[in-house]
């Protein structure tokens, strides 16, 4: 699996442009999955030029919620490439004229080694990738109750690692984890750097993970 941050609150390649909102890229089992697209689709797009990411080379949109800071980019996006299918969670509507729009409700298998917890409080869903270490999880904002979201992604393998938007979540609750790229909304990131400090990955538009 590699993951390529495209948008997040802060840059970690000085010529990407931060801004408020997240968006990656997640290329993993073959398939090339954008998840969320952040809040300003003139920034989304210039990012993915800089890192050369094709938006016609993307096939499936993966939405973690539809706060404008995670779905904003998406109308941008559809405009170079609506031939995506696009993963949403009940609560977001309105999205026309795309291939096609899935909608998911409970924990769900996208493709092989793929898969979704379905929309978790009525919120949210994440995103969780099936690696050589475990199971991957790239969340948006972390709404749910992370205890909630690791219960879930338990279901598809163990657990090695989260990236994304970790909200409120307590550091004490990713104790079991391996990696932590904490990015976008996280209030806890410097007591989460503190307290493991083996396991924290700095985000950041730019940055890329591979496992």
Known sequence: MKITIIYDNTAFRSDLQADWGFSALVEAQGRKILFDTGTNGDILL?????????????????????HFDHVGGLSAFLSRNNKVKIWVPPSLRGIRNVKEVIKLGEPTQLYEGIYSTGELDGIEQSLCIETVKGIVIIA?????RMEH??????QFGRVYGIIGGLHGTKPESLKSLELICPTHC???KSEIKTL????????????VIEI
């Open 149 to 154: 979201i690791l219960q879930v992604a338990s």
């Open 46 to 66: 210039s990012n993915m030029e800089k890192l050369e990411i094709s938006p016609e080379e993307i096939e499936d949109i993966f939405i973690s919620h539809p």
């Open 196 to 207: 493991y400090p083996e396991k924290y990955v700095e985000g950041g538009a730019g940055r």
């Open 186 to 188: 996280t209030q806890y």
């Open 140 to 144: 948006g904002c972390s709404h749910p």
